[in-house]
């Protein structure tokens, strides 16, 4: 199983030479599973590049396919999509009579590409991927991409693709999100990517990212903020970020520990932390848990 991080990044896309070596691109992370099965968790700006790198993979001929995993649609999280290339190769059989401007052959087969949501937002999933692309907002509609788009909703139960098994959990973040817990099919390779989730403040650990997290090989967690960033310090005017939705790299830690989780990973930085403060960061993390890493675009784990 291979895990490659393509955005990191939360709230809002980050460029700037204060970010290079991280990124700025928000979230995206793909799987490919030994079966090779196309797992993409997130179709934030990182979605992109990696579309870009599947049309260099054979995704330009057409009749491939792939899953994309929605946490949730904040803008975050879903503002790629419409620039993710693979998802316009069209096919012959669904366009005859489409010629594409440089006037070369058309593949056969579209690509057909299954998104996922929250069943109690599935709704919004289709309606808001349907909306950031409407006319106001951008030239090509969803309808107009070309390949084949299939809504599916999830709430509790596992689904399989392929010989895996993808297990949702519900997480705590304005109005709702999922994470995503990923077995291969001997369930001694586990990937869990759990973003964008808030613990909760002064109480036990959340019972549904400790059941997403038990013994997990890679634990993705939202740490967007430092423990004293979420606390605020009212004395020099910094706002608490109780309530926002967000985690810390703390949290991340009792997690870890209290679920077994081999390799920790800081994910959904903070657009206002530099390069300088993520490695500090990491560094800190680390006393607490040796085999724990913040998250950067290009960062690649095979299992
Ligand atoms: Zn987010
Ligand atoms: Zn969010």
Redesign the pocket.
Known sequence: MKVKFWGVR?SIPTPGPQTMEVGGNTSCVEVRTDDNQLLIFDAGTGIRLLGLSLMEEGFDKGGRVGHIFF??T?W??IQGFPFFAPAFVKGKAHFPTLKSPGGEEEPELSNTFNLYGAKRVFEKLENTLRGQMEYQYFPVSLDQMGATINFHEIQDNPIKIGENRIIPGRLN??NG?LGYRIENAKGDKVVVYAT?TEHYYGGDLDPHVLALAKNADIFIYDSQYTPEEYLGDPANQKRSKIGW?HSTWREGVLLSKAAGVKQYILFHHDPSHSDKFLFEMEKQVQRHFSNSRIAYEGLEIIL
Do not use: E, L, Q, Y
Request: aromatic share 0%; charged share 20%.
């Open positions: 939360g946490s949730h904040h975050d999280h973040h304005p999100a964008d939705g």
